[in-house]
């Protein structure tokens, strides 16, 4: 493989942009149609749900919460979901697969906020929206990296250039690896701001009374 590895890296990248906006749009339907199951839910479903995520958010603005095993599950499920769809991007099969994951992640998203914006208590809001929000600031950029190289690469395996020299093949395997670090990455540090900084900052907000 010769030449610029960021150089080849750029050049595969602009060749498949229209790709995340592709994926984008995926990720923001499945956030719509999850805020809008909000609204499906049976009254008593959704109580029990809001429960649930009321004992959540309390747990976490108390102390004591040891961040290892936070964080060990919370690093465990994302980098799961992150390569299923890198794993399903190495075949052409994979391609509608690693769209719906996006969608599903948007759909979680999308369930979560509204569950909390129509449930949780006035005071406990801004709470529950940091636990929320806060590490989805790295998590989603992640996914959207992830899916849009995903897409690209397996639409790459469709096309013809693809085929005529195993160089240009193996240039596009490589930068979608390297989105697919980078993403990791994102994943970890995200993570990480959700097993430590966030019930830290949710402590603190519970200390000055929001």
Do not use: C
Not at 119 to 137: I, Q, R, S, Y
């Amino acid at each position: 493989m010769g030449g610029n590895p960021g150089q080849a890296w750029n050049r595969w990248w602009d060749e498949h942009r229209a790709y995340s906006l592709l994926v984008m749009a995926g990720f923001l339907l499945g956030t719509l149609l999850g805020a809008l199951a909000v609204n499906v839910l049976p009254l008593a479903e959704t109580a029990t749900l809001a429960s649930s995520v009321r004992q959540l958010v309390s747990v976490s603005a108390g102390p004591g919460l040891p961040p290892g095993p936070v964080f060990l599950a919370a690093a465990g499920s994302n980098l799961k979901v992150l390569g299923l769809i890198y794993v399903l991007s190495l075949s052409v099969a994979g391609l509608p697969l690693v769209l719906l994951a996006v969608l599903f992640r948007g759909f979680v998203l999308g369930f979560a906020l509204a569950l909390l914006l129509t449930m949780m208590p006035a005071g406990g809001v801004g709470l529950a929206l940091v636990a929320v929000v806060l590490p989805n600031l790295l998590l989603v950029p992640a996914w959207l990296a992830a899916g849009s190289g995903g897409v690209a690469f397996s639409w790459h395996l469709l096309s013809r250039p693809a085929w005529r020299g195993r160089g240009r093949l193996w240039e596009a395997f490589g930068a979608y690896t390297a989105v697919a670090l980078v993403a990791g990455m994102a994943v970890l540090v995200g993570s990480g701001t959700e097993a430590v900084v966030t019930p830290w900052l949710m402590r603190s907000l519970v200390h000055f009374g929001v």
